[in-house]
Protein backbone atom coordinates (compact mmCIF):
# COMPACT_ATOMS: atom_id res chain seq x y z
CA UNK A 1 0.00 0.00 0.00
CA UNK A 2 2.84 2.35 0.92
CA UNK A 3 4.47 1.56 -1.82
CA UNK A 4 2.02 2.14 -4.45
CA UNK A 5 1.62 5.29 -2.80
CA UNK A 6 5.48 6.55 -3.34
CA UNK A 7 4.40 5.04 -7.00
CA UNK A 8 1.83 7.12 -7.18
CA UNK A 9 3.08 10.42 -6.07
CA UNK A 10 6.96 10.11 -7.47
CA UNK A 11 5.58 9.08 -11.30
CA UNK A 12 4.34 11.20 -14.12
CA UNK A 13 0.73 10.03 -14.76
CA UNK A 14 1.27 9.65 -18.26
CA UNK A 15 4.65 7.07 -17.02
CA UNK A 16 1.80 5.56 -14.53
CA UNK A 17 -0.66 4.80 -16.84
CA UNK A 18 1.54 3.21 -19.39
CA UNK A 19 2.90 0.86 -16.58
CA UNK A 20 -0.63 -0.19 -15.93
CA UNK A 21 -1.97 -0.51 -19.51
CA UNK A 22 1.32 -2.49 -20.35
CA UNK A 23 -0.01 -6.33 -20.23
CA UNK A 24 2.28 -9.32 -18.84
CA UNK A 25 2.61 -11.66 -21.84
CA UNK A 26 0.85 -14.62 -20.45
CA UNK A 27 -2.13 -12.20 -18.72
CA UNK A 28 -5.84 -12.77 -21.05
CA UNK A 29 -6.62 -9.38 -22.18
CA UNK A 30 -9.97 -8.99 -19.65
CA UNK A 31 -7.94 -10.46 -16.69
CA UNK A 32 -5.60 -7.28 -17.42
CA UNK A 33 -8.18 -4.99 -18.08
CA UNK A 34 -10.38 -6.45 -14.64
CA UNK A 35 -6.91 -5.92 -12.16
CA UNK A 36 -6.03 -2.63 -13.59
CA UNK A 37 -9.51 -1.29 -13.05
CA UNK A 38 -9.42 -3.24 -9.48
CA UNK A 39 -5.88 -1.48 -8.59
CA UNK A 40 -7.34 1.76 -9.46
CA UNK A 41 -10.77 1.54 -7.77
CA UNK A 42 -8.78 0.16 -4.96
CA UNK A 43 -6.19 2.96 -4.96
CA UNK A 44 -9.23 5.56 -5.20
CA UNK A 45 -7.20 6.87 -8.08
CA UNK A 46 -10.68 9.11 -9.32
CA UNK A 47 -8.91 10.22 -12.25
CA UNK A 48 -7.41 7.19 -13.63
CA UNK A 49 -10.66 5.67 -12.66
CA UNK A 50 -12.51 8.36 -14.73
CA UNK A 51 -11.19 6.29 -17.70
CA UNK A 52 -13.12 3.13 -17.19
CA UNK A 53 -16.66 4.39 -16.97
CA UNK A 54 -18.41 6.51 -19.47
CA UNK A 55 -21.95 7.55 -19.34
CA UNK A 56 -23.40 4.08 -20.21
CA UNK A 57 -21.16 2.67 -17.37
CA UNK A 58 -23.42 0.82 -14.50
CA UNK A 59 -21.92 0.38 -10.82
CA UNK A 60 -24.73 -1.78 -9.12
CA UNK A 61 -24.33 -3.23 -5.45
CA UNK A 62 -26.77 -5.94 -6.15
CA UNK A 63 -27.48 -6.98 -1.91
CA UNK A 64 -28.23 -3.26 -0.79
CA UNK A 65 -30.16 -2.75 -4.27
CA UNK A 66 -28.30 0.07 -5.55
CA UNK A 67 -27.45 0.50 -8.91
CA UNK A 68 -25.88 4.18 -10.18
CA UNK A 69 -25.64 4.80 -14.07
CA UNK A 70 -22.79 6.96 -15.73
CA UNK A 71 -18.79 8.54 -14.77
CA UNK A 72 -20.14 11.32 -13.11
CA UNK A 73 -22.49 9.89 -10.59
CA UNK A 74 -20.37 6.31 -9.95
CA UNK A 75 -17.25 8.68 -9.02
CA UNK A 76 -19.58 10.82 -6.95
CA UNK A 77 -20.59 7.42 -5.31
CA UNK A 78 -17.51 6.27 -4.95
CA UNK A 79 -15.84 9.82 -3.31
CA UNK A 80 -18.67 9.36 -0.95
CA UNK A 81 -18.50 6.00 0.08
CA UNK A 82 -14.65 6.69 0.78
CA UNK A 83 -14.94 9.39 2.83
CA UNK A 84 -13.47 7.69 5.62
CA UNK A 85 -11.17 5.23 4.04
CA UNK A 86 -7.36 4.88 5.11
CA UNK A 87 -6.31 1.83 3.43
CA UNK A 88 -8.82 -0.26 0.83
CA UNK A 89 -7.71 -3.47 -1.50
CA UNK A 90 -9.23 -6.30 -3.22
CA UNK A 91 -8.07 -9.69 -2.58
CA UNK A 92 -9.04 -12.73 -4.89
CA UNK A 93 -9.76 -16.01 -3.36
CA UNK A 94 -10.60 -17.46 -7.54
CA UNK A 95 -10.93 -15.09 -10.39
CA UNK A 96 -12.06 -16.69 -14.01
CA UNK A 97 -13.46 -15.49 -17.22
CA UNK A 98 -14.86 -15.66 -20.28
CA UNK A 99 -15.09 -13.25 -23.47
CA UNK A 100 -15.75 -10.19 -21.85
CA UNK A 101 -17.00 -11.27 -18.62
CA UNK A 102 -14.94 -11.32 -15.60
CA UNK A 103 -15.49 -13.09 -12.20
CA UNK A 104 -13.56 -12.30 -8.59
CA UNK A 105 -14.66 -13.86 -5.81
CA UNK A 106 -12.45 -12.98 -2.58
CA UNK A 107 -12.35 -10.17 0.10
CA UNK A 108 -12.69 -6.34 0.34
CA UNK A 109 -10.19 -4.83 3.01
CA UNK A 110 -10.48 -1.86 4.18
CA UNK A 111 -9.10 0.43 7.10
CA UNK A 112 -11.36 2.99 7.88
CA UNK A 113 -11.77 6.11 10.27
CA UNK A 114 -13.91 4.67 12.89
CA UNK A 115 -16.17 7.52 12.81
CA UNK A 116 -18.82 6.18 11.63
CA UNK A 117 -18.84 2.69 13.45
CA UNK A 118 -18.84 4.59 16.89
CA UNK A 119 -15.18 4.34 16.94
CA UNK A 120 -14.28 8.11 16.79
CA UNK A 121 -10.68 8.93 16.76
CA UNK A 122 -9.79 4.96 15.86
CA UNK A 123 -9.34 3.15 13.27
CA UNK A 124 -10.90 0.34 12.54
CA UNK A 125 -10.52 -2.74 9.92
CA UNK A 126 -12.71 -5.59 8.28
CA UNK A 127 -12.97 -7.68 5.57
CA UNK A 128 -16.11 -7.81 3.42
CA UNK A 129 -16.05 -11.17 1.03
CA UNK A 130 -18.32 -11.27 -1.41
CA UNK A 131 -18.10 -11.48 -5.63
CA UNK A 132 -17.30 -9.00 -7.76
CA UNK A 133 -18.79 -8.98 -11.65
CA UNK A 134 -17.18 -6.91 -14.86
CA UNK A 135 -18.61 -6.94 -17.93
CA UNK A 136 -15.65 -5.17 -20.39
CA UNK A 137 -15.48 -3.06 -23.01
CA UNK A 138 -12.36 -4.60 -24.16
CA UNK A 139 -11.83 -2.27 -27.17
CA UNK A 140 -12.12 0.85 -25.52
CA UNK A 141 -10.86 -0.78 -22.43
CA UNK A 142 -14.51 0.38 -20.14
CA UNK A 143 -16.34 -0.80 -17.90
CA UNK A 144 -19.94 -1.49 -18.81
CA UNK A 145 -21.16 -3.49 -15.79
CA UNK A 146 -19.75 -3.57 -12.39
CA UNK A 147 -21.66 -6.35 -10.41
CA UNK A 148 -21.02 -6.90 -6.25
CA UNK A 149 -22.71 -9.12 -4.41
CA UNK A 150 -21.43 -8.47 -0.73
CA UNK A 151 -21.57 -10.34 2.30
CA UNK A 152 -22.21 -7.18 4.97
CA UNK A 153 -23.52 -9.64 7.61
CA UNK A 154 -20.17 -10.88 7.66
CA UNK A 155 -18.57 -7.54 7.84
CA UNK A 156 -21.31 -6.45 10.45
CA UNK A 157 -19.93 -9.47 12.36
CA UNK A 158 -16.77 -7.94 12.83
CA UNK A 159 -17.66 -4.77 13.77
CA UNK A 160 -19.77 -5.63 16.61
CA UNK A 161 -18.82 -8.57 17.97
CA UNK A 162 -14.98 -8.04 17.63
CA UNK A 163 -14.35 -4.31 18.86
CA UNK A 164 -10.66 -5.94 19.53
CA UNK A 165 -10.50 -4.91 15.41
CA UNK A 166 -10.05 -1.38 15.87
CA UNK A 167 -6.39 -0.36 15.76
CA UNK A 168 -6.17 2.96 17.63
CA UNK B 1 -26.90 -39.21 -2.36
CA UNK B 2 -28.10 -42.66 -2.20
CA UNK B 3 -29.72 -41.51 1.45
CA UNK B 4 -31.75 -39.18 -0.52
CA UNK B 5 -32.55 -41.54 -3.02
CA UNK B 6 -33.92 -43.91 -0.57
CA UNK B 7 -35.83 -41.27 1.42
CA UNK B 8 -37.54 -40.55 -1.94
CA UNK B 9 -38.28 -44.04 -3.39
CA UNK B 10 -39.57 -44.76 0.68
CA UNK B 11 -41.80 -41.46 1.47
CA UNK B 12 -44.71 -41.09 -0.07
CA UNK B 13 -44.95 -37.61 -2.06
CA UNK B 14 -47.20 -35.42 0.23
CA UNK B 15 -44.53 -36.01 3.06
CA UNK B 16 -41.58 -35.60 1.75
CA UNK B 17 -43.27 -31.85 0.66
CA UNK B 18 -44.13 -31.32 4.28
CA UNK B 19 -40.78 -32.26 5.18
CA UNK B 20 -38.84 -30.41 2.87
CA UNK B 21 -41.04 -26.84 3.61
CA UNK B 22 -40.73 -27.26 7.15
CA UNK B 23 -37.62 -24.48 8.18
CA UNK B 24 -35.78 -25.44 11.05
CA UNK B 25 -36.11 -23.00 13.99
CA UNK B 26 -32.49 -21.43 12.90
CA UNK B 27 -32.25 -21.24 9.40
CA UNK B 28 -33.41 -17.97 7.97
CA UNK B 29 -36.13 -18.27 5.50
CA UNK B 30 -34.40 -17.30 2.36
CA UNK B 31 -31.54 -19.60 3.50
CA UNK B 32 -33.86 -22.50 4.03
CA UNK B 33 -35.85 -21.71 0.39
CA UNK B 34 -32.71 -21.72 -1.34
CA UNK B 35 -31.52 -24.93 0.00
CA UNK B 36 -34.54 -26.72 -0.66
CA UNK B 37 -34.85 -25.73 -4.16
CA UNK B 38 -30.64 -26.19 -4.65
CA UNK B 39 -31.83 -29.97 -3.44
CA UNK B 40 -34.70 -30.66 -5.95
CA UNK B 41 -32.50 -28.81 -8.68
CA UNK B 42 -29.51 -31.14 -8.00
CA UNK B 43 -31.48 -34.56 -7.62
CA UNK B 44 -32.94 -33.91 -10.84
CA UNK B 45 -36.32 -33.95 -9.18
CA UNK B 46 -38.53 -31.87 -12.06
CA UNK B 47 -41.84 -32.25 -10.55
CA UNK B 48 -40.68 -30.74 -7.21
CA UNK B 49 -38.73 -28.59 -9.30
CA UNK B 50 -41.60 -27.43 -11.00
CA UNK B 51 -42.75 -26.24 -8.21
CA UNK B 52 -39.86 -23.35 -7.61
CA UNK B 53 -40.84 -21.82 -11.33
CA UNK B 54 -43.42 -19.75 -12.72
CA UNK B 55 -44.08 -17.92 -15.84
CA UNK B 56 -41.77 -14.92 -14.80
CA UNK B 57 -38.95 -17.17 -13.70
CA UNK B 58 -35.46 -16.89 -15.49
CA UNK B 59 -32.60 -19.20 -15.37
CA UNK B 60 -29.58 -17.51 -16.51
CA UNK B 61 -25.96 -18.94 -17.53
CA UNK B 62 -24.61 -15.82 -17.34
CA UNK B 63 -20.63 -16.77 -18.79
CA UNK B 64 -22.95 -19.12 -21.42
CA UNK B 65 -24.39 -15.77 -22.60
CA UNK B 66 -27.98 -18.26 -22.11
CA UNK B 67 -31.05 -17.12 -20.50
CA UNK B 68 -34.23 -19.26 -20.49
CA UNK B 69 -37.61 -17.84 -18.68
CA UNK B 70 -40.61 -19.75 -17.32
CA UNK B 71 -41.40 -22.63 -15.96
CA UNK B 72 -41.86 -24.89 -19.26
CA UNK B 73 -39.05 -23.76 -21.44
CA UNK B 74 -36.18 -23.97 -17.99
CA UNK B 75 -37.11 -27.45 -17.20
CA UNK B 76 -37.00 -28.49 -20.92
CA UNK B 77 -33.37 -27.14 -20.41
CA UNK B 78 -32.44 -29.10 -17.10
CA UNK B 79 -33.74 -32.00 -18.56
CA UNK B 80 -31.76 -31.95 -21.89
CA UNK B 81 -28.42 -30.54 -19.88
CA UNK B 82 -28.67 -33.61 -17.27
CA UNK B 83 -29.16 -36.55 -19.88
CA UNK B 84 -26.00 -37.50 -18.91
CA UNK B 85 -25.67 -36.51 -15.24
CA UNK B 86 -25.84 -39.68 -13.20
CA UNK B 87 -24.83 -37.65 -9.50
CA UNK B 88 -24.90 -34.05 -9.30
CA UNK B 89 -24.37 -32.34 -5.97
CA UNK B 90 -23.75 -28.27 -4.83
CA UNK B 91 -21.23 -27.70 -2.16
CA UNK B 92 -21.43 -24.18 -0.67
CA UNK B 93 -17.92 -22.56 0.91
CA UNK B 94 -19.70 -19.57 1.10
CA UNK B 95 -23.55 -18.92 1.42
CA UNK B 96 -25.13 -15.07 2.58
CA UNK B 97 -28.25 -13.28 2.19
CA UNK B 98 -30.24 -10.31 2.44
CA UNK B 99 -33.24 -9.81 2.34
CA UNK B 100 -34.83 -12.46 -0.74
CA UNK B 101 -31.20 -12.48 -2.26
CA UNK B 102 -28.99 -15.28 -1.34
CA UNK B 103 -25.92 -16.04 -2.67
CA UNK B 104 -24.21 -19.21 -3.10
CA UNK B 105 -19.93 -19.67 -3.76
CA UNK B 106 -19.07 -23.03 -4.15
CA UNK B 107 -18.53 -26.17 -6.81
CA UNK B 108 -20.52 -28.22 -8.68
CA UNK B 109 -19.52 -31.62 -8.33
CA UNK B 110 -20.88 -34.21 -11.55
CA UNK B 111 -20.89 -37.69 -12.19
CA UNK B 112 -21.83 -38.15 -15.76
CA UNK B 113 -21.65 -40.75 -18.34
CA UNK B 114 -18.13 -40.03 -21.00
CA UNK B 115 -20.41 -40.26 -24.50
CA UNK B 116 -19.91 -36.15 -24.66
CA UNK B 117 -16.76 -35.90 -23.34
CA UNK B 118 -15.04 -38.71 -25.61
CA UNK B 119 -15.16 -40.88 -23.10
CA UNK B 120 -17.75 -43.37 -24.30
CA UNK B 121 -18.76 -46.14 -21.92
CA UNK B 122 -16.97 -44.66 -18.85
CA UNK B 123 -18.13 -42.31 -16.02
CA UNK B 124 -16.37 -39.36 -15.51
CA UNK B 125 -16.37 -37.10 -12.48
CA UNK B 126 -15.37 -33.17 -12.49
CA UNK B 127 -16.43 -29.78 -10.55
CA UNK B 128 -17.30 -26.66 -11.88
CA UNK B 129 -16.63 -23.81 -9.21
CA UNK B 130 -18.73 -20.67 -9.30
CA UNK B 131 -21.59 -18.54 -8.07
CA UNK B 132 -25.37 -19.16 -7.80
CA UNK B 133 -26.99 -16.43 -7.18
CA UNK B 134 -31.01 -16.53 -6.25
CA UNK B 135 -33.94 -13.77 -6.09
CA UNK B 136 -36.94 -15.39 -4.50
CA UNK B 137 -40.32 -15.07 -4.03
CA UNK B 138 -40.54 -15.48 0.03
CA UNK B 139 -44.45 -15.65 0.22
CA UNK B 140 -44.67 -17.84 -3.02
CA UNK B 141 -41.56 -20.09 -2.35
CA UNK B 142 -40.86 -19.12 -5.73
CA UNK B 143 -37.52 -18.65 -7.66
CA UNK B 144 -37.99 -15.10 -10.01
CA UNK B 145 -33.91 -15.39 -11.19
CA UNK B 146 -31.47 -17.72 -10.64
CA UNK B 147 -28.34 -16.52 -12.51
CA UNK B 148 -25.07 -18.53 -12.40
CA UNK B 149 -21.60 -17.34 -12.99
CA UNK B 150 -19.48 -20.65 -13.75
CA UNK B 151 -15.81 -21.17 -14.39
CA UNK B 152 -16.15 -23.51 -17.51
CA UNK B 153 -12.35 -23.24 -18.19
CA UNK B 154 -11.36 -24.97 -14.88
CA UNK B 155 -14.20 -27.94 -15.84
CA UNK B 156 -12.24 -27.83 -19.57
CA UNK B 157 -9.42 -28.29 -18.02
CA UNK B 158 -10.03 -31.05 -15.38
CA UNK B 159 -11.66 -32.94 -18.47
CA UNK B 160 -8.49 -32.61 -20.98
CA UNK B 161 -6.00 -32.68 -18.54
CA UNK B 162 -6.65 -35.16 -16.23
CA UNK B 163 -8.37 -38.22 -17.72
CA UNK B 164 -7.18 -40.05 -14.48
CA UNK B 165 -10.13 -38.32 -13.23
CA UNK B 166 -12.88 -40.80 -15.18
CA UNK B 167 -14.12 -43.63 -13.65
CA UNK B 168 -14.45 -47.05 -15.58
Redesign the interface.
Known sequence: MRFLLILLLSLPLGALAAEEVDPSPQTPEAIQLAQDYMAALTNRNYSQLAQYYDRESVLTD????KSITGRRDILAFLRRVHTYTQEYYFNSD?L????S?V?M?GNYYYKARGDLFGYPGQSITFAL???T?LKLDLENRRIEEHID?L????MEDQLSSHPSLSVP
Request: net charge positive.
Open positions: RMAGHFYKGRVIPGVTFDYAT
